[in-house]
C-alpha cells in the first residue's frame, strides 16, 4: 500500500514538473519575443507586399520575432531593426506602406530584385543612412519624403524607371553617394544639388538630362557620370580636375569653359603700382584717362587692354552716378524733353531712358592715344522680368531684333480649324449646344460630320487685351505643351477672323461638379471607390503641373467644374495652363470659387503650388461629404465646407455623420479615416504646412494598396457593408 502510493506521488511530480517546463518554455519564449511592436507590423506588412517569398526564411505575416526568430536579412540592436538587406533575393511586389514605423532602421538594400512596377512608397524609413533601391523596376517620381532624411549618406536609385527627380536636395548634406544613373529622368538637374556639399560620387548618366553641369562645379566630387545625356554648354574647369569622370554621349563644346554670366573681362597681372602707397599721389581720374602725357614709371606697364578695362569701369560707374543725380529731373521733362536742356550729360541720360524699356547697349568712345577703342556695356537698370513676348517693337531699336517676339504657328503641332468648321459642328454656337460657362468664356458641344464630338470653348475677348491673337497663340502653345492623361487634351484650335476657340476631348460624364451636386431621380450616386479613383487621378494631373513641367506650373481655379469625367470615370483636368490670364487681385469672385481659394489668396491676391494643394483639399472635401464648397442655403456656421468640416476631420463619430448621404453608409471607414487626414493636411491654414502634390498622391495610392491588401487578406469585410449587404468588389 505504501509502495503504491509512492508510485501515484512520483506521477504527480512528473505531472507538476512538466508542468513548470512547459510555463519555462512558455515564459522564455515570451522573453525571446523583443522585438519593437512598431517595427514587428513594418515587416509583416513588407513581407505581404512583397508577395511572401518563401526565400524569406523565418518570415512570416502576423506577429513574429524578426530580432529573436533571426529572420533572413534582419539585422537588430536591442530590440530594434537596424538593417534590412536583401539583395539579390528574387523578390517581387513592392515596399510595404508603413516602413515610416521603422524608426531606428539605418540601412535598406533591396536592390536587384524585381520590386516595383510603382511608384516607390513615400513612407520610407525617416532615419537611413544607406538606402538602395537599385535595379528594380519602381517608376514615377523620386519619393520628396528622402528631401526630409538628413541622415543619408549613400542613396542609390540606379537603373530603375524613374521619370522626375524634384528639386528636393536641400538637405541631404551628409551625402556622399548618389546613383541616379540608367533611369528617364529629364529636365535640368535640380539647382539643390548645390547643397550635397559632402558628394563624392555622382552617377547620372544613361538618363535624359539637359541643360548645364555648372551646379556641380564647386562640388566636392571624385567621381563624376554623367555619360548619355543630353546636356550642353561647357565641362566647367573645376571639374576637368576630377580623376574618374565621364562625360561622352552629350554636347559639350570644346575648349576652356567660359567665365560664368555676367560676362567678366580675362584677367590681367596687377603690376607693381597697384600698392595702395604708389596710388595715393596721383588722383585716378587724371591718372587713368585725362593725362596721356603722364608716362612716368608707375605707368609704364600698363596695357592698352588693362586701361580699355579701367576707362569702361569708370564711364559705366559714372553713367550711373549721373544717372540717378539727375533722375527726378529727367522725370520732370516732357515726353520730347526739353529743347533748350543743355545738360552735358544729356546722351547718357538719352541711352537711359532707352534702357529702362529694355536692356540697351551704350557705346563709349575713349581716345588712348592716337586709336580709338570701341566698347560696348550691357547696363540693365532694373530687375530682370519675364520678357512679354507680345510688347510692341521699336522698329528702331536693333537690340530688340534678336528677341523672338512673337511665336511661330508652325512650331504648334495641335490642329487648326476653320471658325467655318467650328460654326458647322456647334450649330453656329446655338444655346442648344452650349455645356458649360466659365471664367474664360462659353464652351459648346461640336458634332462633326465623321462623328467626332468636341467641346469648344470660345474665349472671351477680355480675356486678352491689347494683342488678343498674338496672346492667344502663345496660349495655345503652352497648353499644347502639357501631356498627361489626366489632363482634358487639347485637341484643335482656331485663331481667325478675330475669333479665339479651343476644341478639347468631349467627356460624356460631365464634369465632378455635376455628378455631385445636380442629382436627380435618374442619377447614379458615385460610389466610395469612384470618388477616390477621382482624388486619385485630380492629385496626379497636379503632381504633374507643379513637380513635372519646368518651371512649375500654377492651376489657379482648381475646382470640381473644371474636373471632367470620361465613360469609366476618370478625372481630366481642364483649364491648365489659363493660370497668367487670371490676375492675382479679382475684384469680384463667386461664392463658388470662394470657397476654393486659400486664405492668402484671399487676404493677398498671391497663387502658389500650395494654393492650389489648399484647393484640392476643397474638392476632396466635396467628394467626401456632397456639399458645395460654400452654401447660402445652409445655417451661417456651415455655409463654408472647410470651415464647419475641418474641425471634424479627425473625430470618427463626426466623420460618419459629415459623409454624403448618397453614399448610404457604403464606405469601409478605415479608409474614410485616412481620406479625411489627407484632406485636413491639404486645408492647413499655413501655406507651408501643406504637402506637396506628390506626397498626397503617395497617401492616396497608400490608401488603395491598403484596400487591395485587406481584400487579398479577407479581413475587415464587415466594415463597409450595410445590414448584410455584399458587393463584388470591396470598395477603398
Request: with cysteine; hydrophobic share 35%.
Amino acid at each position: 500500500m505504501k509502495r503504491r502510493m509512492r508510485g501515484g506521488g512520483g506521477a504527480a511530480m512528473a505531472v507538476a514538473t512538466g508542468a513548470v517546463m512547459l510555463f519555462l518554455a512558455a515564459t522564455l519564449s515570451g522573453v525571446s519575443a523583443n522585438t519593437d511592436s512598431d517595427d514587428v507590423n513594418a515587416l509583416n506588412v513588407l513581407y505581404t507586399s512583397m508577395n511572401s517569398p518563401s526565400q524569406l526564411t523565418n518570415w512570416v505575416s502576423q506577429n513574429g520575432d524578426p530580432c529573436g526568430q533571426s529572420w533572413l536579412g534582419i539585422t537588430c540592436s536591442g530590440s530594434r531593426v537596424t538593417a534590412i538587406k536583401l539583395s539579390g533575393m528574387g523578390i517581387n511586389g513592392t515596399l510595404g506602406y508603413n516602413m515610416n514605423l521603422l524608426t531606428s532602421l539605418v540601412e535598406l538594400d533591396t536592390s536587384k530584385n524585381n520590386l516595383g512596377g510603382s511608384d516607390i512608397p513615400y513612407n520610407l524609413p525617416p532615419n537611413l543612412e544607406r538606402l538602395n533601391l537599385a535595379e528594380n523596376n519602381f517608376t514615377g517620381s523620386i519619393p520628396y519624403s528622402i528631401s526630409q532624411m538628413i541622415a543619408l549618406r549613400i542613396l542609390n536609385l540606379g537603373h530603375n524607371h524613374l521619370a522626375t527627380t524634384n528639386d528636393m536636395f536641400n538637405q541631404l548634406t551628409n551625402l556622399t553617394t548618389l546613383d541616379l544613373s540608367y533611369n528617364t529622368l529629364s529636365g535640368n538637374i535640380p539647382q539643390s544639388f548645390n547643397s550635397l556639399t559632402n558628394l563624392r560620387k555622382l552617377n547620372l548618366q544613361n538618363n535624359g538630362f539637359n541643360g548645364t553641369i555648372d551646379v556641380l562645379a564647386d562640388l566636392p566630387l571624385t567621381d563624376l557620370n554623367v555619360a548619355n545625356n543630353q546636356f550642353t554648354g561647357w565641362i566647367p574647369d573645376k571639374l576637368k580636375k576630377i580623376k574618374n569622370l565621364q562625360t561622352n554621349g552629350n554636347s559639350f563644346g570644346s575648349g576652356p569653359s567660359p567665365p560664368p554670366p555676367p560676362y567678366q573681362s580675362p584677367p590681367y597681372k596687377s603690376p607693381p603700382y597697384k600698392s595702395p602707397q604708389s596710388r595715393q599721389p596721383a588722383p585716378p581720374t587724371t591718372t587713368v584717362n585725362n593725362n596721356p602725357s603722364d608716362d612716368g614709371r608707375k605707368h609704364s606697364k600698363l596695357s592698352g587692354g588693362a586701361i580699355a578695362g579701367i576707362v569702361v569701369c569708370l564711364v559705366v560707374v559714372g553713367a550711373i552716378v549721373a544717372f540717378f543725380v539727375i533722375k527726378k529731373k529727367y522725370w520732370s521733362l516732357p515726353r520730347g524733353g526739353d529743347p533748350e536742356q543743355k545738360e552735358p550729360l544729356s546722351p547718357i541720360v538719352s541711352g537711359f531712358k532707352d534702357s529702362l524699356k529694355q536692356m540697351k547697349s551704350i557705346k563709349i568712345i575713349s581716345t588712348i592715344g592716337k586709336e580709338e577703342l570701341q566698347k560696348t556695356v550691357s547696363m540693365n537698370l532694373k530687375p530682370p522680368t519675364r520678357i512679354d513676348l507680345h510688347k510692341s517693337i521699336d522698329e528702331n531699336d536693333v537690340t530688340s531684333k534678336s528677341f523672338t517676339r512673337k511665336i511661330s504657328l508652325s512650331s504648334i503641332r495641335t490642329p487648326a480649324y476653320t471658325v467655318a468648321d467650328l460654326q458647322v459642328a456647334t450649330g453656329s454656337f446655338c444655346a442648344d449646344n452650349l455645356i458649360g460657362e466659365g471664367l474664360f468664356g462659353r464652351v459648346y458641344k461640336a458634332k462633326f460630320n465623321d462623328h467626332k464630338v468636341l467641346a469648344v470653348k470660345k474665349i472671351n475677348f477680355s480675356a486678352f487685351p491689347g494683342h488678343p491673337s498674338d496672346l492667344f497663340i502663345e496660349l495655345v502653345a503652352n497648353i499644347s505643351r502639357l501631356n498627361h492623361p489626366s489632363l482634358s487634351e487639347l485637341v484643335g484650335y482656331c485663331s481667325e477672323h478675330g475669333q479665339c476657340l479651343l476644341a478639347y476631348e468631349f467627356y460624356r460624364n460631365g464634369s465632378l461638379k455635376d455628378l455631385l451636386h445636380l442629382v436627380d431621380d435618374q442619377s447614379q450616386p458615385l460610389s466610395w471607390n469612384s470618388r477616390v479613383k477621382i482624388a486619385l487621378g485630380s492629385a496626379r494631373a497636379l503632381e504633374y503641373l507643379h513637380e513635372t513641367c519646368s518651371p512649375s506650373v500654377i492651376h489657379k481655379n482648381f475646382k470640381s467644374s473644371n474636373i471632367f469625367l470620361d465613360n469609366e470615370l476618370n478625372p481630366h483636368l481642364s483649364d491648365s495652363g489659363f493660370a497668367d490670364l487670371i490676375p492675382n487681385r479679382e475684384s469680384q469672385v463667386s461664392d463658388e470659387d470662394s470657397g476654393y481659394r486659400a486664405p492668402e489668396v484671399t487676404m493677398s491676391g498671391q497663387y502658389s503650388v500650395k494654393s492650389d494643394v489648399y484647393s484640392f483639399g476643397v474638392v476632396m472635401l466635396e467628394l467626401l461629404t456632397g456639399r458645395k464648397p460654400f452654401d447660402r442655403s445652409r445655417p451661417r456656421s456651415e455655409q463654408s465646407l472647410v470651415g464647419w468640416a475641418t474641425p471634424q476631420l479627425h473625430d470618427i463619430d463626426a466623420l460618419d455623420q459629415m459623409v454624403d448621404p448618397a453614399l448610404q453608409g457604403l464606405y469601409p471607414s478605415k479608409s474614410l479615416s485616412r481620406f479625411a487626414d489627407a484632406i485636413a493636411l491639404c486645408v492647413q491654414s499655413e501655406p507651408e504646412f501643406r504637402p506637396p502634390m506628390s506626397e498626397v498622391v503617395q497617401l492616396l495610392v497608400r490608401l488603395v494598396q491598403r484596400a487591395n491588401m485587406t481584400r487579398m487578406c479577407g479581413a475587415d469585410g464587415h466594415s463597409w457593408r450595410r445590414d448584410g449587404e455584399s458587393r463584388d468588389q470591396e470598395p477603398w
